[in-house]
Protein backbone atom coordinates (compact mmCIF):
# COMPACT_ATOMS: atom_id res chain seq x y z
CA UNK A 1 0.00 0.00 0.00
CA UNK A 2 1.46 3.50 -0.49
CA UNK A 3 2.40 5.88 1.62
CA UNK A 4 1.30 9.37 1.69
CA UNK A 5 3.67 12.34 3.07
CA UNK A 6 3.94 13.96 4.90
CA UNK A 7 5.44 11.21 7.35
CA UNK A 8 7.89 9.70 9.25
CA UNK A 9 10.57 8.05 7.62
CA UNK A 10 10.14 4.24 7.64
CA UNK A 11 13.70 3.50 8.51
CA UNK A 12 16.11 0.52 7.81
CA UNK A 13 19.29 -0.66 8.94
CA UNK A 14 21.09 -2.63 4.94
CA UNK A 15 24.30 -3.09 3.77
CA UNK A 16 25.37 -1.59 0.97
CA UNK A 17 26.70 -3.23 -2.28
CA UNK A 18 29.87 -3.04 -0.65
CA UNK A 19 29.36 -4.12 2.63
CA UNK A 20 28.91 -0.74 4.53
CA UNK A 21 26.02 -0.84 6.48
CA UNK A 22 23.26 1.97 5.91
CA UNK A 23 20.60 3.17 8.35
CA UNK A 24 18.02 5.61 6.82
CA UNK A 25 18.35 7.59 10.08
CA UNK A 26 21.75 8.43 10.10
CA UNK A 27 21.27 11.06 7.47
CA UNK A 28 19.43 13.35 9.84
CA UNK A 29 20.59 16.60 9.01
CA UNK A 30 20.56 16.14 5.45
CA UNK A 31 18.25 16.14 2.49
CA UNK A 32 17.84 12.78 1.16
CA UNK A 33 16.67 10.75 -2.32
CA UNK A 34 15.83 7.40 -1.41
CA UNK A 35 14.81 5.69 -5.34
CA UNK A 36 13.49 2.49 -6.00
CA UNK A 37 14.83 1.03 -8.93
CA UNK A 38 13.44 -2.20 -10.82
CA UNK A 39 16.84 -4.34 -11.11
CA UNK A 40 20.54 -3.42 -12.07
CA UNK A 41 20.26 -4.79 -15.92
CA UNK A 42 16.91 -2.52 -16.38
CA UNK A 43 18.05 -0.07 -19.33
CA UNK A 44 15.21 2.41 -18.05
CA UNK A 45 17.05 2.40 -14.15
CA UNK A 46 20.91 2.37 -15.69
CA UNK A 47 19.26 5.80 -17.52
CA UNK A 48 17.85 7.49 -14.70
CA UNK A 49 21.30 6.05 -12.85
CA UNK A 50 23.19 8.12 -15.29
CA UNK A 51 21.22 11.25 -14.42
CA UNK A 52 21.31 10.99 -10.73
CA UNK A 53 25.38 10.45 -11.34
CA UNK A 54 26.10 13.86 -13.05
CA UNK A 55 24.26 15.81 -10.49
CA UNK A 56 25.00 14.13 -7.44
CA UNK A 57 28.31 16.32 -7.24
CA UNK A 58 25.97 19.37 -6.89
CA UNK A 59 23.89 18.14 -4.69
CA UNK A 60 26.53 16.93 -2.39
CA UNK A 61 27.63 20.44 -1.78
CA UNK A 62 23.85 21.16 -1.10
CA UNK A 63 23.61 18.50 1.88
CA UNK A 64 21.97 16.36 0.05
CA UNK A 65 22.24 12.36 -0.19
CA UNK A 66 21.37 10.15 -2.79
CA UNK A 67 20.23 6.27 -1.84
CA UNK A 68 19.71 4.12 -4.88
CA UNK A 69 17.87 0.57 -3.74
CA UNK A 70 17.66 -1.96 -6.82
CA UNK A 71 15.72 -5.71 -6.68
CA UNK A 72 19.00 -7.32 -7.59
CA UNK A 73 21.58 -9.26 -5.73
CA UNK A 74 24.98 -7.04 -4.64
CA UNK A 75 26.75 -9.06 -7.39
CA UNK A 76 24.44 -7.78 -10.01
CA UNK A 77 24.58 -4.03 -9.20
CA UNK A 78 28.26 -4.11 -8.93
CA UNK A 79 28.26 -5.58 -12.19
CA UNK A 80 25.90 -3.71 -14.06
CA UNK A 81 25.14 0.13 -12.70
CA UNK A 82 28.68 -0.38 -10.13
CA UNK A 83 30.98 -0.74 -13.10
CA UNK A 84 30.95 2.73 -13.78
CA UNK A 85 31.84 4.82 -10.44
CA UNK A 86 28.86 6.36 -8.55
CA UNK A 87 29.27 8.89 -5.97
CA UNK A 88 26.36 7.46 -4.49
CA UNK A 89 25.13 4.74 -1.71
CA UNK A 90 23.57 1.43 -3.72
CA UNK A 91 21.76 -0.72 -2.10
CA UNK A 92 20.38 -4.33 -3.12
CA UNK A 93 17.52 -5.48 -1.87
CA UNK A 94 16.36 -8.90 -3.61
CA UNK A 95 13.55 -9.98 -1.23
CA UNK A 96 12.14 -6.68 -1.78
CA UNK A 97 11.49 -6.13 1.96
CA UNK A 98 12.38 -2.19 1.77
CA UNK A 99 10.18 -2.24 -1.80
CA UNK A 100 7.12 -3.18 0.38
CA UNK A 101 7.69 -1.40 3.64
CA UNK A 102 7.35 2.21 1.38
CA UNK A 103 4.68 0.40 -0.85
CA UNK A 104 6.61 0.03 -4.10
CA UNK A 105 3.71 -1.66 -6.74
CA UNK A 106 3.76 -3.86 -9.31
CA UNK A 107 1.81 -4.04 -12.88
CA UNK A 108 2.14 -5.67 -15.89
CA UNK A 109 0.22 -2.42 -17.27
CA UNK A 110 2.72 -0.19 -16.20
CA UNK A 111 5.77 -2.32 -18.16
CA UNK A 112 3.34 -2.31 -21.44
CA UNK A 113 2.90 1.34 -21.13
CA UNK A 114 6.87 1.81 -20.78
CA UNK A 115 7.63 -0.75 -23.78
CA UNK A 116 5.49 1.28 -25.93
CA UNK A 117 5.71 4.67 -25.35
CA UNK A 118 10.05 5.21 -24.00
CA UNK A 119 11.39 3.14 -26.27
CA UNK A 120 13.97 5.86 -27.27
CA UNK A 121 14.56 6.09 -23.48
CA UNK A 122 15.18 2.08 -23.45
CA UNK A 123 18.09 2.67 -25.63
CA UNK A 124 20.07 5.82 -24.19
CA UNK A 125 19.43 3.04 -20.90
CA UNK A 126 21.26 0.39 -22.84
CA UNK A 127 24.04 2.79 -23.75
CA UNK A 128 24.66 3.54 -20.33
CA UNK A 129 25.13 -0.11 -18.93
CA UNK A 130 21.74 -1.97 -19.15
CA UNK A 131 20.23 -4.25 -21.34
CA UNK A 132 17.08 -6.15 -20.68
CA UNK A 133 17.61 -9.31 -18.45
CA UNK A 134 15.96 -12.19 -16.94
CA UNK A 135 14.23 -10.18 -14.34
CA UNK A 136 11.82 -11.62 -12.03
CA UNK A 137 10.60 -8.50 -10.44
CA UNK A 138 10.20 -7.06 -13.92
CA UNK A 139 6.34 -5.62 -12.98
CA UNK A 140 8.10 -3.51 -10.86
CA UNK A 141 7.45 0.35 -11.08
CA UNK A 142 9.94 2.86 -9.76
CA UNK A 143 9.01 4.95 -6.67
CA UNK A 144 10.95 8.14 -5.38
CA UNK A 145 11.08 9.80 -1.65
CA UNK A 146 12.21 12.92 -0.93
CA UNK A 147 12.99 13.34 3.02
CA UNK A 148 13.70 16.31 4.67
CA UNK A 149 16.35 17.60 7.03
CA UNK A 150 14.21 16.42 10.10
CA UNK A 151 13.80 12.48 8.58
CA UNK A 152 10.44 12.99 7.73
CA UNK A 153 9.15 12.33 4.13
CA UNK A 154 8.18 15.28 2.48
CA UNK A 155 7.06 14.36 -1.22
CA UNK A 156 6.11 10.33 -2.40
CA UNK A 157 6.54 9.83 -6.55
CA UNK A 158 5.22 6.48 -7.44
CA UNK A 159 5.90 5.78 -11.08
CA UNK A 160 3.00 5.59 -13.46
CA UNK A 161 5.20 3.51 -15.94
CA UNK A 162 8.42 1.15 -15.31
CA UNK A 163 10.55 3.98 -16.97
CA UNK A 164 8.73 6.84 -14.72
CA UNK A 165 10.73 8.61 -11.50
CA UNK A 166 9.87 11.95 -10.11
CA UNK A 167 10.90 14.91 -12.33
CA UNK A 168 14.03 16.41 -12.40
CA UNK A 169 12.73 20.01 -11.92
CA UNK A 170 10.26 18.78 -9.03
CA UNK A 171 13.72 16.99 -7.09
CA UNK A 172 15.46 20.00 -7.80
CA UNK A 173 13.10 22.37 -6.25
CA UNK A 174 13.23 19.89 -3.29
CA UNK A 175 17.05 20.27 -2.88
CA UNK A 176 16.98 24.16 -3.59
CA UNK A 177 14.24 24.72 -1.11
CA UNK A 178 14.86 26.21 2.44
CA UNK A 179 14.59 23.91 5.48
CA UNK A 180 11.30 24.42 6.87
CA UNK A 181 10.64 25.34 10.69
CA UNK A 182 8.25 24.03 12.82
CA UNK A 183 6.44 27.09 13.03
CA UNK A 184 6.24 27.15 8.52
CA UNK A 185 5.49 23.22 8.37
CA UNK A 186 2.56 23.44 10.28
CA UNK A 187 1.83 26.28 8.21
CA UNK A 188 2.49 24.19 4.72
CA UNK A 189 0.31 21.56 6.17
CA UNK A 190 -2.59 24.30 6.94
CA UNK A 191 -2.75 25.24 3.61
Not at 134 to 152: C, Q, R, S, T, Y
Amino acid sequence: MRIQAPRAIIDFNKNDIYGNLIQLSQFKGKKVLLCFFRDAACPFCNFRVYELTHRYKAWQKQNVEVIAVFSSTDEEVRHFVGRHPRPFRMVADPDLEIYNSYGVEHSSFALVKALLFKLPRIFMGMKTGGYPANNPNVKLVPADFLINEKGHIADCWYGRDTSDHIPLKRLQAFIDSPPKTGLDATRARAA
